[in-house]
């Protein structure tokens, strides 16, 4: 969500600041825009709605000198997405680029037009902006004004500075959202994240909470919350440039389900013992034997990740499970016994909601721990123990090998977890563990049936409403295909326990309203047979996604049938996530939408 650079250079600044934001592309954004101090040390700034090239066309005609800079890609919170309301904000001597959201800035604005300051925005940011004006103007130099700026916010933030008269200077700030110091050879960066500042650098140094810093070419001073100097740890991050390119595909999220059997490898691989067949875990790992409860909190597609791993934990390591959106987590302020373990999932590792939700469990659960795909993020740094989802990096907004590799890890501490408390012996264990190893094949298996989906999916195109059904540890699966489905093709999907179907959503079936069953051959399979036949019954059009056994048991009168491989009953959601994820894509192809980027969506949500 939004995205943030900033440069002090030895070359012209406005290119690289453009390519930067190109990589930023990812988080989601309606507008953007960058401003540069030249040699002259005149502040100056161009912006543009859309998308990046209305930008780089503006910079042709209207090009901008300077080896300082500022960038931003803006996606609205306050304010609709509008030249005016684009980044970097400008008040005066100073320009200012924010991630977040201040909470606190009407109250900060009436004081402002008190003071008799103008506003020229709908935004909050514009608000930073002229508050370091205000302090400039009362003789402040440029980093105490902005020092005292920081101060007054309240909210979840990151910031950049950039001032008149200042061609080596940046101001940077960081309280809840995202941001990184980039070390250069006589130049420095800021940025929301590694992969923007990954052509021009590979050392980092993460802001922690509540830090600010003071920026030059040869030079970064941190301080912390309370005003102290602190030493933050410069780090080598290693970010391959294959994995921001899309190496063949037509998009990021084709590339991305494709590299599934290979993440899936990769991960499975790390927590197995060099025989596969006991679980390692880092650190000094759990002992499940100590909990009696665990509370798992994510949001979006992590959240179906959690509740897939509630039938898991439940069923086979008997061990109860609550499972929260993250967002209403902590405001319902649940108790919390000393034996639970509080688990967090999330993609980026800076979920504003996920974060909140860790920070009230902070002390009051036995454990606190992270599944995550950055291993540098807050969340991780946060828990007491980290566990990496190997995912790689993923551009593509619709997660999809982030979210099989969400499965995986947590498949694999819900067999920690039967083995720990006495549920499955060593040699059930070691048969799991075998049916694990052998998904990535299954998943390649799988991929080959892209071009049966695509032929159905040219079908379900035509459709303004889509019911995906699923019963046992395949509901789950029916959420996200939903979730996928109306991310990006806009086709209103709902996901539904396959018993829930004449509890209510029956009454939207008809001829034109596709019904698509997960229903690998289980021990649920001929409930959802039934289901199924009541939804044809009234005429709908039901989708089967099956494997040939359960093909064969259906019988006739489906509408059609997507065929996948056999799989171990355990694993099987982890699998039919590639149905769901290329029925969705193909869908999106047929549509004509935005795949990679759909619109209003974030690929990383850093606010409330």
């Known amino acids: 969500m939004c995205g943030i650079v900033g440069i002090l250079s030895d070359h012209e600044a406005a290119p690289i600041l453009v390519e930067a934001l190109k990589r930023l592309e990812y988080r989601g954004y309606d507008s953007a825009g960058i401003a540069t101090v030249d040699a002259d040390k005149s502040l100056a700034r161009r912006r543009a709605i859309g998308k990046l090239v209305n930008l780089s066309d503006l910079l042709v005609h209207e090009p901008l000198a300077g080896k300082a800079g500022i960038g931003h890609t803006r996606w609205a919170t306050h304010g609709a997405p509008t030249i005016t309301n684009a980044h970097p904000h400008r008040a005066g001597p100073v320009a200012v680029v924010h991630n977040g959201i201040i909470e606190n800035f009407r109250e900060l604005r009436d004081d402002l037009a008190a003071k008799g300051y103008k506003f020229q925005t709908d935004t909050d940011t514009e608000t930073v902006a002229l508050l370091a004006q205000h302090y400039m103007d009362q003789g402040l130099a440029p980093r105490d004004a902005a020092e005292q700026t920081i101060a007054r916010l309240h909210g979840a933030f990151a910031l950049c500075f950039l001032f008149q008269g200042q061609d080596d200077l940046l101001i940077a700030a960081r309280k809840g959202s995202p941001l990184a110091i980039g070390h250069g050879q006589g130049e420095m960066f ?112 992590a959240y179906y990740a959690c509740v897939t791993a509630k039938y898991w934990f439940e069923r086979i390591a008997r061990l109860p499970v609550e499972v929260d959106v993250a967002s209403e987590f902590r405001y319902r302020e649940p108790p919390v016994s000393e034996r639970t373990l509080a688990v967090f999932v999330s993609q980026s590792g800076e979920t504003a909601d996920t974060l909140a939700a860790l920070r009230y469990m902070a002390g009051k659960a036995a454990n606190i721990t992270a599944v995550v795909n950055v291993a540098e993020s807050s969340i991780a740094r946060e828990s007491d123990l980290a566990l990496p989802i190997l995912a790689g990096t993923e551009i593509g907004v619709a997660s999809t090998k982030a979210f099989t590799c969400q499965l995986t890890v947590l498949s694999v501490l ?144 489906v509408w059609d049938s997507l065929l996948m491989p056999a799989v171990p009953e355990l694993f099987a959601p982890i699998l039919y996530a590639v149905p769901a994820q290329l029925l969705a894509y193909h869908v999106a192809v047929a549509k004509g939408t935005d795949v990679d980027q759909p619109r209003n969506l974030a690929k990383s949500v850093t606010v409330e």
Not at 213 to 238: C, H, K, P, W, Y
Not at 243 to 255: C, L, N, P, S, V
Not at 450 to 456: E, F, P, Q
Not at 498 to 515: N, Q, R, T, W
Request: proline letters at 3%.
């Open 190 to 301: 800021v940025g929301s994240d590694a992969i923007a500042l990954s052509p021009m650098t590979d050392q980092i140094t993460y802001l922690e909470e509540g830090d600010w810093a003071v920026v030059t070419r040869t030079s970064v001073e941190i301080f912390d919350a309370a005003g102290n100097l602190a030493n933050r740890d410069m780090r080598t991050i290693q970010i391959d440039a294959a994995q921001i390119d899309k190496g063949g595909h037509k998009h990021f999220m084709a590339k991305e389900i494709a590299e599934q059997p290979t993440v899936l490898g990769e991960a499975i691989n790390h927590y197995l013992s060099a025989d596969g067949n006991s679980i390692n875990l880092p650190g000094e790992g759990l002992d499940f034997s100590k909990f009696d409860r665990i509370v798992m909190v994510a949001c979006g597609t």
């Open 414 to 557: 819900a067999l920690k977890a039967a083995h720990d408390r006495g549920e499955i012996d060593a040699a059930t264990l070691s048969d799991h563990l075998s049916d694990l190893r052998s998904l990535p094949g299954l998943f390649n298996l799988a991929l080959e049936q892209s071009g049966d989906i695509a032929r159905v999916a040219r079908h379900v195109a035509q459709a303004r409403d889509v019911l995906f059904l699923g019963r046992g540890q395949m509901y789950p699966l029916a959420l996200e295909g939903a979730l996928k489905l109306k991310e990006i093709s806009y086709i209103h999907a709902e996901g539904y326990a396959s018993g829930e179907l004449k509890h209510g959503p029956i009454a939207l079936v008809d001829d034109a309203v596709p019904v698509i069953v997960m229903a690998p051959r289980d021990a649920l399979f001929e409930k959802t047979i039934s289901n199924m036949q009541e939804v044809m019954a009234r005429e709908g059009k039901v989708l089967l996604i099956t494997d040939a056994k359960g093909a064969k048991e259906a019988g006739q009168g």
